[in-house]
């Protein structure tokens, strides 16, 4: 814990310094991101030309009107340009919103409103969804900055930082203290507008222990976190936590391939890997062989469950296990299955792990506040009080989902997940609290039966939901995507259910299982139950 502490009190004080603390304390010389191209072509950042280039763009909000607090969007891939205004926005004391190159023009509106963005910065291939139109007003409350050829919309970036020099005045950096707000995420819930998330300067500590802790990057490390910045484990352990800790990151200016990944990782050594399962499953079911050499010291998996088939690849093509880690938005990773020396251990098949230094979690009964002990499934709540790196107190402007958030003596926060933990402190998570399938009193975690399908060797991915039943309130049934050239049959359906009989539970077995092409999921990765349960009944209305 002694970590900890130090940790908290640099990035917790009153005197701290974004800028200071992402850039400017590093050795000019030094490496901050290696960003690679489709073709394999790359560039390094250092932290020298990101000091330099940083403070310009700063100076050119301060032209623009934007005051410390005020809060800047950024609508780009992965690049050194973001890096440049990611740093320039927090050197002004500037509060940053991600959006997501996926989103349509309706959720970068609500987010762009919602978090009254005064500037938004945008690549020019993503400049037509800020079109007005449904989604936008002719005359939109916010500056556009425009990255690219084509700055016809708004202020060329490029221009900026030719036009203002990095002793400006205004180039200075903010000194906004550890708790004053550096992004603003909204929540990608299945349910519900998404929600603001404020995340404060000194949630830095938290994404440095768990750099060192959970993924165990080192300074001879060659790291590579595949996730889009876009969304929080992206931005906290791609962005941020690389930067304050002074560790190289690869941005891959690129789409996700099989064959593209397979050539990074190669190419470039990595050591240290860390994307979502969705990313390991592609490698595996792909007709990409994995090239010659590749020998991960660390792999890492978040976002979601692993399911056990990834780890008997992994070890054989990869050179390690990869280790399952938890978190959310609202505090980033806290449970995780950790890499560091002297936290490393063996964990039990199909847990994520126990909680990571700084942090207290436990699993409350349903229907009570209480810790429910071993073995008993029930709602992953976090120790407030016992987890000094715990940032998140609450929901921008929404009192009431933040109420739903922690208990009414303000003891827990409820993650909305469900899950075990045994006698020695390890968790098993189960599923979001609306995907638990209560069938005939007996409470089901779809993850459960979805790591049994997925180890039969035709099945690429598979979804386990609950279907109302009038005899048993809920039945299971599963959507399964097979791998390419197996045909669906009745005859496979009915192996499928024979595996989850003998290797889960005998009442468990899914009653119907659909052969789908492939799974809705959320842009980060994650299976959208809620789609399918929301397609099946839609389905047994009309049938």
């Not at 890499?339 to 994520?352: I, Q, Y």
């Not at 595996?499 to 009442?507: C, E, G, M, S, W």
């Amino acid at each position: 814990m002694d970590r900890v502490e130090e940790l908290l009190a640099r990035y917790g004080s009153p005197q701290a310094c974004a800028a200071e603390l992402l850039c400017d304390r590093h050795p000019a010389d030094h490496v901050a991101f290696t960003v690679v191209n489709a073709d394999l072509s790359a560039e390094d950042l250092t932290y020298g030309r990101l000091r330099r280039d940083s403070a310009r763009f700063a100076a050119a909000l301060a032209g623009l009107g934007v005051e410390p607090g005020d809060a800047v969007a950024t609508l780009m891939g992965k690049s050194a340009d973001l890096v440049v205004a990611l740093l320039g926005i927090w050197r002004r004391g500037a509060v940053h919103i991600p959006l997501f190159t996926a989103f349509a023009p309706s959720a970068i509106a609500l987010r762009l409103n919602a978090g009254e963005a005064k500037i938004v910065v945008s690549d020019a291939g993503q400049l037509h969804k800020l079109a007005p139109g449904e989604d936008f007003p002719a005359e939109a409350p916010w500056e556009t900055i425009v990255v690219g050829a084509d700055a016809a919309g708004g202020f060329s970036f490029h221009r900026l930082l030719e036009l203002y020099s990095d002793d400006d005045p205004a180039a200075a950096p903010a000194v906004m203290g550890g708790d004053a707000p550096l992004v603003q995420l909204f929540t990608s819930g299945t349910t519900g507008t998404p929600k603001g998330v404020p995340v404060p300067v000194k949630a830095l500590a938290s994404f440095q222990v768990y750099l060192e802790c959970g993924l165990d990057v080192r300074a001879d490390d060659v790291f590579w976190n595949a996730a889009d910045p876009g969304w929080a484990y992206g931005l906290y352990y791609g962005i941020l936590a690389p930067l304050v800790a002074g560790r190289r990151n690869l941005l891959l200016s690129a789409g996700f391939s099989p064959e593209l990944t397979w050539q990074v990782l190669q190419r470039f050594g990595v050591t240290n890997f860390t994307s979502a399962p969705t990313v390991y499953r592609s490698l595996r079911a792909s007709d990409v062989p994995a090239p010659e050499g590749i020998r991960l010291r660390r792999a890492s998996s978040a976002g979601e469950p692993l399911t056990p088939e990834v780890n008997a690849w992994s070890r054989e093509v990869l050179g390690t296990a990869v280790r399952d880690h938890y978190g959310q938005t609202e505090h980033g990773m806290v449970i995780v299955d950790a890499w560091a020396d002297g936290l490393r251990t063996e964990v039990p098949a199909g847990s994520m792990g126990r909680a990571l230094p700084g942090w207290s979690a436990e699993v409350l009964h349903d229907d009570r506040d209480e810790p429910a002990g071993p073995g008993v499934l029930g709602r992953v709540a976090l120790n407030v009080a016992e987890s000094p790196l715990m940032w998140f107190h609450g929901y921008v402007d929404a009192p009431e989902k933040t109420a739903e958030r922690f208990t009414a003596d303000g003891r827990w926060y409820l993650t909305g997940d469900s899950g075990t933990r045994d006698e020695d402190g390890f968790f098993r998570f189960s599923s979001r609290d609306d995907d638990v399938i209560i069938m005939a009193g007996y409470r089901i975690g779809p993850f459960d039966v979805e790591s049994v399908l997925v180890q039969h060797e035709s099945v690429a991915e598979a979804a386990a939901i609950g279907v109302p039943d009038q005899l048993r309130g809920e039945v299971l049934e599963a959507y399964v995507v097979l791998f390419p050239g197996v045909a669906e049959s009745d005859e496979l359906a009915e192996e499928l259910q024979h595996l989850v009989k003998t290797k889960f539970a005998a009442h468990a077995y899914p009653r119907t299982v659909h052969f789908v092409a492939d799974l809705p999921k959320t842009p980060s990765g994650k299976v959208q139950r809620f789609v399918l349960r929301r397609r099946r009944s839609s389905e047994m209305r009309t049938s």
